[in-house]
């Protein structure tokens, strides 16, 4: 069975998974796929931009000492891989506040992985930390798996069935850090109050983090016109989604010891959240 967010459609799902298939035949074709997403914010999606041009990368500003970059983010997708054209705009971003704030040698486990393209890039980027993808969908978990299978990282481990909202049932894992991209908004609340349930429950006491990334409602910032079509389009396909009030998940993670320690603005009106346990 498909889970929400994974729909068949994969070119015009909110996060435009695309298969490997699809990505290679346009390619043969010699094609300029240029694919307007229609969810938000509105995007021209070129095979140049899918694949992210180490030249275009911001190196110099994100990475200011010779480090592992996103130069290597695959070139050329495995069988049976999905691919989402936002992680090429959102990785580097992502990965310039996950240098600054997680720990040395830190143990991650990633909730809601999709794709798996920011698991590997980032484990790629962060060769000390151990990271631990888990979806579950068992598409995203397959794709997560072909792509693992050809980066061969050392420090990336099989991805795991996990269900946010069954926290109870989650794997033992043992992370000092969580990350959730891009689920909070796109799953029922009740994926949201079981990650946070899962994360205060599996995180060191003190010092554990969760760090969630996406677009919020924020009671003192006017909403985004892209976030607010985006939120519009969500509701239309699942009304148990849409964007959350900041407010109620902080409030929500307070709840289980999690104390919102910063808060990151990032590209396209998207935060990006620290939670302390604390
Ligand atoms: C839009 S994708 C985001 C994927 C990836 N994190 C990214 O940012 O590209 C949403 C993901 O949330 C997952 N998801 C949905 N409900 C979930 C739940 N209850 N627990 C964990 N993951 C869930 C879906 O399977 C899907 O992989």
Not at 12 to 24: D, I
Not at 148 to 164: F, G, Q, S, V
Not at 227 to 233: E, G, I, K, R, V
Request: proline fraction near 11%; include cysteine; charge should be positive.
């Amino acid at each position: 069975m498909r889970r929400p967010g994974w729909s068949v459609a994969a070119v015009t799902s909110p996060k435009c998974y695309r298969t490997s298939r699809t990505v290679t035949a346009q390619r043969h074709l010699g094609q300029r796929n240029v694919n307007r997403c229609k969810i938000s914010p509105p995007v021209i999606v070129t095979t140049q931009a899918h694949r992210p041009n180490p030249v275009a990368l911001p190196a110099g500003r994100l990475y200011p000492e010779p480090v592992q970059t996103l130069d290597s983010v695959q070139t050329a997708a495995p069988q049976g891989a999905l691919a989402s054209p936002a992680v090429a705009r959102n990785a580097a971003p992502i990965l310039a506040v996950l240098r600054a704030h997680l720990p040395a040698r830190a143990r991650v486990l990633e909730i809601a992985s999709g794709s798996g393209e920011h698991a590997i890039a980032f484990a790629r980027a962060l060769p000390a930390t151990t990271w631990t993808p888990s979806d579950p969908s068992p598409e995203a978990r397959a794709s997560i798996t072909a792509w693992r299978a050809e980066a061969a990282l050392p420090n990336l481990n099989p991805p795991l069935e996990l269900d946010a909202a069954e926290p109870d049932a989650w794997p033992e894992v043992d992370a000092q850090v969580v990350f959730c991209a891009n689920m909070v908004h796109i799953s029922p609340w009740a994926a949201t109050e079981g990650l946070m349930a899962g994360a205060g429950r599996i995180l060191p006491d003190p010092g554990g983090l969760l760090v969630l990334y996406g677009p919020y409602r924020e009671a003192d910032v006017p909403l985004a016109p892209s976030n607010a079509a985006f939120d519009d389009s969500l509701k239309s396909r699942d009304p148990a989604w849409g964007l959350r009030e900041l407010d109620e998940v902080v409030a929500l993670a307070r709840g289980h010891r999690l104390h919102l320690t910063r808060r990151v603005e990032m590209p396209a009106n998207n935060l990006m959240l620290l939670f302390r346990r604390v």
